[in-house]
């Protein structure tokens, strides 16, 4: 569901809605593709523990109004937060990863690919979000249905 706050946003939905169905129309697309070549979507189901694993971590801040009010000391951790993402992703461990601005309070999503949840936990206990003690993480494996190309 999108939530827009400001009226006169129906250009942005509209623009919004556009994207969602490109990206729709692109997965369906690869998604079919990859079950004509009789790609399994459902993920490794084989027992290869050799296969990349993939895991969804889920930033959770100190307090609901944190991405308004951090003080300077949080925003220089949370810098280095979005460095440490950065450098992953240059790496290609990290897919994708930001803030979520759900209305509720805004927390932060990253997806990771990695050998096992080990290789998780050590990547979460090495971000400096967590590291410092300002945040807390939750950590999920993900069975992803397709991944980098």
Known sequence: MLIYKRNGDLDLRNKAQKLFLGI?????????????EGNDIQGDTSGNSSAKKHFVLKLIPP??????????KERDIMKQHAAYWKDRADQGIAFVYGPV?????????????????????TFAADDPAIKSGLNRIEIHQMRAIFGKR
Do not use: C, W
């Open 101 to 121: 601005l759900d209305p509720k309070g805004a927390y932060g999503l990253g997806i990771i690919e990695v050998d096992d949840e080990d290789q998780a936990r």
């Open 63 to 72: 307090r609901p109004t944190f991405a308004e009010d951090m003080t300077e």
């Open 24 to 36: 729709s129309k692109h997965n369906h697309t690869f998604l079919a593709k990859s079950l004509e």
